[in-house]
């Protein structure tokens, strides 16, 4: 389809599409437009109509992956056991990093844009930060405890950085060389989980 015959959603939609194959093929540093604009045959400014910079549409890679990866917590939030629930999302989590591992490092390993300038990303992230401390809410209110807010926030940082160590580790090219297997992450998966567990019983 040519740049006058694309409808402008889609022409946004593939922007971002080849920004990320930008990202994957060269590194988030070649991100540019002119490249994104290039590779998908438009003109040098048609992207411009949509993303005035190239922050501008990193954040927009950005915030697609947040919200994607906010979609992998929220379907662990069902209505059921609250410690399950919660649990479920821990997974959740970790599956997404093993699964998503570019939009991950993204997320949480890249100097992102400027966050007041960014809107929408940081909507997205803080989103997905929330469905963590709702979880943990669901959970202490079946426990019968009522959680301040400070409380949330604390016990959700201290989950968020025990799966962030592991996601990172886990996806590591170092551990094959360390002697590590695929049994040994599957046991220190469990482990974590098992710590986490304890650490946050009444």
């Given at each position: 389809?040519?740049?006058?015959?694309?409808?402008?959603?889609?022409?946004?939609?593939?922007?971002?599409?080849?920004?990320?194959?930008?990202?994957?093929?060269?590194?988030?540093?070649?991100?540019s437009l002119r490249e994104v604009a290039?590779?998908?045959?438009?003109?040098?400014?048609?992207?411009?109509?949509?993303?005035?910079?190239?922050?501008?549409?990193?954040?927009?890679?950005?915030?697609?992956?947040?919200?994607?990866?906010?979609?992998?917590?929220?379907?662990?939030?069902?209505?059921?056991?609250?410690?399950?629930?919660?649990?479920?999302?821990?997974?959740?989590?970790?599956?997404?990093?093993?699964?998503?591992?570019?939009?991950?490092?993204?997320?949480?390993?890249?100097?992102?844009?400027?966050?007041?300038?960014?809107?929408?990303?940081?909507?997205?992230?803080?989103?997905?930060?929330?469905?963590?401390?709702?979880?943990?809410?669901?959970?202490?209110?079946?426990?019968?405890?009522?959680?301040?807010?400070?409380?949330?926030?604390?016990?959700?940082?201290?989950i968020w950085s025990g799966l962030h160590?592991?996601?990172?580790?886990?996806?590591?090219?170092?551990?094959?060389?360390?002697?590590?297997?695929?049994?040994?992450?599957?046991?220190?998966?469990?482990?974590?989980?098992?710590?986490?567990?304890?650490?946050?019983?009444?």
């Open positions: 389809m040519t740049e006058s015959k694309r409808p402008s959603r889609d022409l946004r939609e593939a922007c971002l599409a080849e920004a990320l194959a930008v990202i994957a093929s060269d590194g988030v540093e070649k991100l290039r590779r998908l045959g438009v003109s040098h400014q048609a992207p411009y109509k949509h993303f005035p910079s190239r922050d501008h549409i990193l954040a927009g890679v950005v915030a697609r992956a947040f919200a994607d990866f906010a979609a992998y917590l929220d379907r662990c939030l069902a209505g059921g056991d609250p410690a399950i629930e919660l649990e479920a999302m821990g997974q959740a989590y970790l599956d997404y990093a093993s699964a998503h591992p570019l939009e991950y490092r993204l997320m949480f390993g890249t100097p992102l844009p400027e966050p007041e300038a960014h809107p929408e990303m940081m909507r997205q992230a803080r989103h997905a930060f929330a469905l963590l401390c709702e979880g943990l809410r669901r959970k202490a209110e079946a426990e019968g405890l009522a959680l301040s807010d400070e409380e949330v926030n604390r016990d959700a940082m201290f160590g592991f996601a990172a580790i886990s996806t590591s090219t170092i551990l094959g060389s360390l002697g590590f297997e695929p049994h040994h992450m599957q046991a220190a998966r469990a482990h974590l989980f098992c710590a986490i567990g304890k650490a946050l019983k009444p």
